[in-house]
């Protein structure tokens, strides 16, 4: 598999509040993670951080996987202790009262990909014909969608469009959900934050992984878009593409 990560500060804000990256078990089975700390709350730098590393290490103690449904409940079961982990650390650290945070993490398999994720940053799975958002964003404006109180469209440029109803670390229970679906040779899988999201379409998506570029080429695209349409948050992308052969 190619794949790559970048985070971007984006053009307005001072501090980058996501993390995230590509970490590997001992069975060289890969996760990606993407986590977009809660603006407007208190340390979502931290957060993001938290979550992001916490997952790294309990990803790296596991040994091979052999099943898409293995994976599914280790990560349910790892996101719930994350939760935990997050939302016990706030509660000790008053600076941190209230922190909270996205998660989209991935596992890939040769035919099948695996991802969870809470809150609104998003997982698109690509090839040359279209772009398809995988996951629902656990968002106040999508559950308006989902009550039939508001088109996709009207969603775009709510002004709550942005009000999360689940978080990592800001309550002790939270939903995660977890959606599985096949991939093909040269097919792409695209996590990111609501900084990309928010910016570029799934056309715009489409057309930059359509371009003939590298890997690392056409995220620099997505994030140089995403600012010129006002980088007014934070961006952060992981893109995989599954190669011809791929095995794992």
């Known amino acids: 598999m190619n794949v790559c990560f970048v985070s971007d500060v984006g053009k307005v804000r001072k501090v980058n509040e996501d993390s995230g990256g590509v970490f590997y078990n001992q069975a060289n089975q890969m996760l990606t993670i993407i986590a977009d700390g809660m603006g407007g709350h208190k340390a979502g730098d ?8 916490y997952m790294k290490e309990l990803w790296e103690q596991t040994v091979l996987f052999d099943s898409p449904e ?12 994350t939760n935990q982990h997050v939302y016990t650390y706030s509660k000790e650290n008053h600076d941190c009262d209230g922190m909270g945070t ?16 809470v809150g609104d940053s ?31 469209e009207e969603a775009e440029f709510h002004p709550k469009k942005n009000v999360l109803l689940q978080a990592i670390g800001t309550e ?13 040779d040269q097919d792409y899988v695209l996590s ?22 590298s890997i690392e080429e056409q995220v620099a695209k997505l994030v140089s878009i995403a600012n010129e349409n006002g980088g007014e948050d934070n961006i952060s992308v992981v893109l995989v593409q599954r190669k011809a052969g791929d095995t794992q």
């Open 70 to 81: 293995e994976v599914k409940t280790w990560l349910i079961d790892s996101i719930q202790e």
């Open 192 to 213: 990111c934050s609501d900084g990309l999201s928010n910016k570029l379409s799934t056309d715009d998506i489409l057309e930059v992984l359509n371009m003939d570029l």
């Open 102 to 117: 996205t998660i989209v993490a991935t596992v890939y398999f040769s035919d099948v990909v695996i991802v969870a994720h």
């Open 122 to 152: 998003r997982l698109y799975h690509v090839n040359k014909e279209e772009a398809v958002q995988v996951t629902e964003d656990h968002s106040f404006v999508q559950q308006l969608v989902n009550n039939g109180e508001l088109t996709e």
């Open 172 to 184: 002790s229970d939270i939903r995660i959900d977890v959606n599985l679906f096949e991939w093909d």
């Open 46 to 53: 931290i957060a993001s951080e938290l979550t992001s590393n």
